[in-house]
């Protein structure tokens, strides 16, 4: 089992900035890829950013790409996710997600095995 805990959510004016913190324990050896997905009310799960666990590889959606930065401390076990130029639209519950058991990086979340409780992002406009 791998746990997942979020930090880092909070309040922020559009065009502020946030880093969200995301810590993983257990068997921590078995991760993969690690993810960042959002969920907005009324809004299913989105894809935000992903990274390999050992190779470093991003990816990114669209609608963050150039704004947001994912990158991993692997001596630390923590995924960070540095937010830049915030939009209200990025207004989210803001969830981890850690995969062990594929190798190709996935923006799907039905691929990831694990999940964090969630922080909550609010931009105001």
């Known amino acids: 089992q791998v746990q997942l805990v979020e930090s880092g959510g909070g309040l922020v004016q559009a065009g502020g900035s946030l880093r969200l913190s995301c810590a993983a324990s257990g068997r921590t050896f078995s991760i993969t890829n690690m993810g960042w997905f959002r969920q907005a009310p009324g809004k299913e799960r989105e894809f935000v950013s992903g990274i390999t666990w050992s190779g470093g590889r991003t990816l990114y959606s669209d609608s963050v790409k150039d704004r947001f930065t994912i990158s991993r401390d692997n001596a630390k076990n923590t995924v960070y996710l540095q937010m830049n130029s915030l939009k209200p639209e990025d207004t989210a519950v803001y969830y981890c997600?850690?995969?062990?058991?594929?190798?190709?990086?996935?923006?799907?979340?039905?691929?990831?095995?694990?999940w964090g409780q969630g922080t909550q992002v609010t931009v105001s406009s």
């Open positions: 997600a850690a995969d062990s058991d594929s190798f190709v990086l996935s923006r799907l979340p039905r691929i990831y095995d694990y």
